[in-house]
């Protein structure tokens, strides 16, 4: 077989002389196409000196940590008048006076009313100008809790919504500035009834300062301060109840805590509330609505004893049987911590 043709022009193209086969390859032609192909070397270098377009990329790191997840942010409440720290739907969370992450005294039934807040799965973070140090607890029973500032979080069961405060005060659990720092407002429920027919909207309970406004009804001769949220505390403490004997105006908050290692209740003579049983740090709180006496006692510690006097407060409404409170007429309502 003769070589085609073509063969030499190409052998002459790579510079190689092929004549395998035998034959010379005479053709001299010099380089005959290939000048076509030739690409002009210098591409002219218009190039345009590129306006520092190179903004992109900000130098992804390729290690980089798995991305937080904001679990706090700031939100200004419109009750407390300050910013406080919420969750990311901007539902209050809570810390309690005394807590550390190796000193948790909400266990038990206080977990019930204060639900501890759970992180997510993984890295936690805090949205903008949250200054306080997040953290994560593992609880003795396993299941793990934010902490801001070493203190941990909760929720409060009452809070239907975000913006609500309801727990702010009640068992020694505070709101949060956005570095930690205690919230020393508390913010008591509203009593039921005010006035009569008043909407009485059970969550507009306002903040504390407790100026004891006189309600437009100053017909009455006594200047009677009509029904104001106050809050008053009895320590258990040496198996007593200190005070024992409380004398307070209707709508007040009386909460029990417990001080002493051994689990106490509190539990009316009449029913009308108990705490079931409350651990050393625990509390339990109870607002008397319906004025009358509250004897009350501990479970397991029948010596134990105590005394509500809850005191008529503006309008002498008539006929109140001085007995104790029942479910049937706004009774109180109460919460363990
Ligand atoms: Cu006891």
Same mark, same amino acid.
């Given at each position: 077989?003769r070589?085609?043709?073509?063969?030499?022009?190409i052998a002459l193209?790579l510079g190689?002389?092929?004549?395998?086969?035998g034959?010379?390859?005479? %053709?001299?032609? #010099?380089?005959? =196409?290939?000048? !076509?192909?030739? $690409?002009?070397?210098? +591409?002219t /270098? @218009?190039?345009?000196?590129?306006?520092?377009?190179?903004?992109?990329?900000?130098?992804?790191?390729?290690?980089?940590?798995v991305?937080?997840?904001?679990?706090?942010?700031?939100a200004?409440?419109?009750?407390?008048?300050?910013?406080?720290?919420?969750?990311?739907?901007?539902?209050t969370?809570?810390?309690?006076?005394?807590?550390?992450?190796?000193?948790?005294t909400c266990?038990?039934?206080?977990?019930t009313?204060?639900?501890?807040f759970?992180p997510?799965?993984?890295?936690?973070?805090?949205?903008?100008?949250?200054t306080?140090k997040?953290?994560?607890?593992t609880?003795?029973?396993g299941?793990?809790?934010?902490t801001?500032?070493d203190?941990?979080l909760?929720?409060?069961?009452?809070?239907?919504d975000?913006?609500?405060?309801n727990?702010?005060?009640?068992?020694?659990?505070? %709101?949060?500035? #956005?570095?930690? =720092?205690?919230? !020393?407002?508390? $913010?008591?429920p509203? +009593?039921? /009834? @005010?006035v009569?027919?008043?909407?009485?909207?059970?969550?507009?309970?306002?903040p504390?300062?407790?100026?004891?406004?006189?309600?437009?009804?100053?017909?009455?001769p006594?200047?009677?301060?009509?029904?104001?949220?106050?809050?008053?505390?009895?320590?258990?403490?040496?198996?007593?109840?200190s005070?024992?004997?409380?004398?307070?105006?209707?709508?007040?908050t009386?909460?029990?805590?417990?001080?002493?290692?051994?689990?106490?209740?509190?539990?009316?003579?009449?029913?009308?509330?108990?705490?079931?049983?409350?651990?050393?740090?625990?509390?339990?709180?109870?607002?008397?609505?319906?004025p009358?006496t509250?004897a009350?006692?501990?479970?397991?510690?029948?010596?134990?004893?105590?005394?509500?006097?809850?005191?008529?407060?503006?309008?002498?409404?008539?006929?109140?049987?001085? %007995?104790?409170?029942?479910?049937?007429?706004?009774?109180?309502?109460?919460?363990?911590?």
């Open positions: 077989m070589a085609s043709v073509f063969i030499p022009a193209l190689l002389a092929f004549t395998a086969c034959q010379p390859a005479p %053709t001299p032609t #010099p380089i005959p =196409t290939a000048t !076509a192909t030739r $690409v002009p070397p210098a +591409p /270098p @218009t190039a345009t000196p590129k306006p520092a377009t190179p903004t992109a990329i900000p130098a992804t790191p390729t290690t980089a940590p991305p937080a997840t904001v679990v706090v942010k700031v200004n409440n419109a009750r407390l008048g300050t910013d406080i720290i919420t969750d990311t739907a901007g539902r969370l809570y810390a309690r006076d005394g807590e550390t992450s190796t000193n948790i266990t038990g039934n206080c977990l009313n204060w639900p501890q759970i997510p799965p993984g890295t936690i973070g805090a949205g903008p100008n949250v306080a997040l953290d994560v607890l609880r003795q029973d299941t793990r809790q934010v801001l500032n203190q941990p909760y929720y409060f069961v009452r809070d239907t975000a913006g609500s405060v727990g702010a005060g009640l068992g020694n659990f505070y %709101t949060r500035r #956005p570095d930690g =720092t205690k919230i !020393a407002i508390s $913010v008591q509203t +009593p039921t /009834p @005010t009569a027919g008043g909407p009485t909207p059970s969550a507009t309970a306002t504390i300062p407790a100026t004891p406004t006189p309600t437009a009804t100053t017909v009455a006594t200047a009677t301060p009509t029904t104001v949220s106050q809050a008053k505390s009895v320590n258990i403490a040496s198996f007593a109840f005070p024992a004997s409380l004398t307070v105006p209707v709508g007040t009386v909460t029990w805590t417990n001080q002493d290692s051994v689990t106490h209740t509190v539990t009316a003579d009449s029913g009308a509330f108990n705490s079931v049983g409350l651990a050393f740090g625990q509390s339990f709180s109870y607002t008397f609505t319906t009358g509250y009350y006692h501990c479970t397991p510690h029948p010596n134990m004893k105590g005394t509500v006097t809850v005191a008529q407060s503006g309008t002498p409404s008539s006929s109140t049987p001085v %007995t104790s409170g029942d479910t049937s007429s706004g009774d109180g309502s109460y919460y363990n911590y």
